[in-house]
């Protein structure tokens, strides 16, 4: 009788064939997570719909959207020039131009934003002709000063509105 010699068993499995195992696993809990989720979505879809037929309230029928903003405090909050000309201070010689915005530094330099015979407001520099034989003499704060020349007197004087408190 011959018998058969044993031979060690090598193995042809590659190296990654070890997580070979992984794959389905993870992908039969990707599909279970999904199930559960449609599911609990369905769930809260039926027992709202059957809460509304009852005439319960559901938690989103009782919110009220917001009230749409008044166009005055919206303009205001974006400090557009008020659509009142009293509120505009300005002298008669500069009863043409309004302030609508001050960029002022320290030392008064900076620029201003200056609407001109009811044309949309420009930026001036300190320094720049306005209109009128008008020169941008200075900004601060909330003011901006005009004159015929840069080192001249001020003849006309500008201020913004005051805020709302």
Known sequence: MILPT???????????????????????????????????????QIADS????????????GARLPEPAAPERVAR??????ARPEEAVASPAGSQLQLTGVAAGTSGRGAALIAVGGLPARPYSVGMPVGEGLVLQSVQGRRAQLGPALQGPSTVVLELPPLPR
């Open 6 to 44: 044993l031979t060690p068993a090598t193995d042809t499995r590659a190296p990654s064939a070890g997580l070979s195992w992984l794959a389905p696993r993870l992908a039969a809990g990707l599909l279970a997570a999904a199930a559960a989720a449609s599911l609990g979505y369905w769930v809260l």
């Open 50 to 61: 059957r809460m509304a037929a009852a005439g319960e309230a559901s938690p989103a029928a």
């Open 77 to 82: 909050l974006l400090a557009a020039p008020s």
